[in-house]
Protein backbone atom coordinates (compact mmCIF):
# COMPACT_ATOMS: atom_id res chain seq x y z
CA UNK A 1 0.00 0.00 0.00
CA UNK A 2 1.50 3.49 -0.71
CA UNK A 3 1.59 5.99 1.60
CA UNK A 4 2.77 9.34 2.59
CA UNK A 5 4.82 9.85 5.07
CA UNK A 6 4.54 13.16 7.39
CA UNK A 7 6.11 14.90 10.41
CA UNK A 8 5.93 17.83 11.92
CA UNK A 9 2.95 17.89 14.30
CA UNK A 10 2.75 18.82 18.10
CA UNK A 11 1.92 20.78 20.52
CA UNK A 12 2.42 24.68 20.77
CA UNK A 13 0.52 27.58 22.54
CA UNK A 14 -1.69 30.20 20.34
CA UNK A 15 0.50 32.16 18.35
CA UNK A 16 3.00 29.83 17.78
CA UNK A 17 4.12 27.94 14.37
CA UNK A 18 4.61 25.02 13.26
CA UNK A 19 6.06 23.34 10.08
CA UNK A 20 4.52 20.04 8.60
CA UNK A 21 6.29 18.13 5.90
CA UNK A 22 4.78 15.05 4.24
CA UNK A 23 6.97 12.52 1.65
CA UNK A 24 5.55 10.87 -1.25
CA UNK A 25 7.06 7.92 -2.36
CA UNK A 26 9.05 7.72 -5.34
CA UNK A 27 6.75 4.87 -7.12
CA UNK A 28 4.05 7.85 -7.20
CA UNK A 29 4.92 9.40 -10.32
CA UNK A 30 3.93 12.03 -12.51
CA UNK A 31 2.26 13.89 -8.93
CA UNK A 32 0.04 17.11 -10.13
CA UNK A 33 -1.69 18.33 -6.85
CA UNK A 34 -0.46 18.32 -3.75
CA UNK A 35 -2.32 19.48 -0.01
CA UNK A 36 -3.37 19.13 3.41
CA UNK A 37 -6.66 18.27 4.81
CA UNK A 38 -7.72 18.38 8.60
CA UNK A 39 -10.27 17.09 10.90
CA UNK A 40 -11.09 18.31 14.33
CA UNK A 41 -13.04 16.40 16.83
CA UNK A 42 -16.79 15.81 15.76
CA UNK A 43 -16.16 18.00 12.62
CA UNK A 44 -16.01 17.00 9.03
CA UNK A 45 -12.47 16.57 7.26
CA UNK A 46 -11.51 19.73 5.46
CA UNK A 47 -9.12 21.24 2.93
CA UNK A 48 -6.68 23.56 4.32
CA UNK A 49 -4.43 24.12 0.83
CA UNK A 50 -3.44 22.81 -2.19
CA UNK A 51 -1.02 23.42 -4.55
CA UNK A 52 -0.51 22.31 -8.07
CA UNK A 53 2.54 21.50 -9.86
CA UNK A 54 2.69 25.09 -11.60
CA UNK A 55 2.60 26.32 -8.06
CA UNK A 56 -0.24 27.98 -7.65
CA UNK A 57 -2.35 27.39 -4.45
CA UNK A 58 -5.23 27.74 -2.81
CA UNK A 59 -6.52 28.11 1.24
CA UNK A 60 -9.34 27.73 3.06
CA UNK A 61 -10.55 30.99 4.34
CA UNK A 62 -9.90 30.41 8.23
CA UNK A 63 -6.06 29.82 7.41
CA UNK A 64 -5.46 32.12 4.30
CA UNK A 65 -2.72 34.78 6.02
CA UNK A 66 -0.84 32.32 8.65
CA UNK A 67 -0.08 29.20 6.69
CA UNK A 68 1.62 28.73 3.35
CA UNK A 69 1.81 25.64 1.65
CA UNK A 70 5.02 24.80 -0.54
CA UNK A 71 6.56 21.72 -2.70
CA UNK A 72 9.70 20.69 -3.45
CA UNK A 73 9.14 18.29 -6.70
CA UNK A 74 12.95 16.81 -6.91
CA UNK A 75 12.02 15.19 -3.10
CA UNK A 76 8.30 14.70 -3.76
CA UNK A 77 7.72 16.89 -0.36
CA UNK A 78 5.12 19.23 0.44
CA UNK A 79 4.99 21.71 3.17
CA UNK A 80 3.11 23.97 5.36
CA UNK A 81 4.17 26.59 7.32
CA UNK A 82 1.39 27.49 10.18
CA UNK A 83 2.29 30.80 11.91
CA UNK A 84 -0.33 32.73 14.36
CA UNK A 85 -1.88 29.70 15.14
CA UNK A 86 -5.38 29.54 17.08
CA UNK A 87 -6.85 26.91 19.22
CA UNK A 88 -9.47 26.35 16.81
CA UNK A 89 -6.61 25.32 14.36
CA UNK A 90 -6.17 21.89 16.38
CA UNK A 91 -6.81 18.82 14.56
CA UNK A 92 -5.15 15.75 12.66
CA UNK A 93 -3.87 17.26 9.27
CA UNK A 94 -3.66 14.48 6.67
CA UNK A 95 -1.31 15.30 3.25
CA UNK A 96 -2.58 14.33 0.18
CA UNK A 97 -0.84 14.03 -3.45
CA UNK A 98 -3.00 13.21 -7.07
CA UNK A 99 -0.60 11.35 -8.57
CA UNK A 100 0.15 7.48 -10.57
CA UNK A 101 1.31 4.65 -9.75
CA UNK A 102 2.50 2.58 -12.09
CA UNK A 103 -0.59 2.62 -14.60
CA UNK A 104 -3.25 3.61 -12.47
CA UNK A 105 -4.27 7.68 -11.31
CA UNK A 106 -5.34 8.08 -7.70
CA UNK A 107 -5.13 10.23 -4.31
CA UNK A 108 -2.79 8.71 -1.95
CA UNK A 109 -2.82 10.04 2.05
CA UNK A 110 -0.50 10.57 4.61
CA UNK A 111 -1.18 8.66 7.81
CA UNK A 112 -2.01 11.75 9.74
CA UNK A 113 -0.20 14.12 11.68
CA UNK A 114 -1.81 15.79 15.41
CA UNK A 115 -1.64 19.52 15.74
CA UNK A 116 -2.68 20.61 19.26
CA UNK A 117 -2.81 24.78 19.89
CA UNK A 118 -3.38 25.31 23.30
CA UNK A 119 -4.85 28.64 24.83
Known amino acids: QVQLVESGGGLVQAGGSLRLSCAAPGSITSINAMGWHRQAPGKQRELVAVITSGGITNYAASVKGRFTISRDNAKNTVYLQMNSLKPEDTAVYYC?????????????WGQGTQVTVSS
Open 96 to 108: YVSGRVNTVSGTY
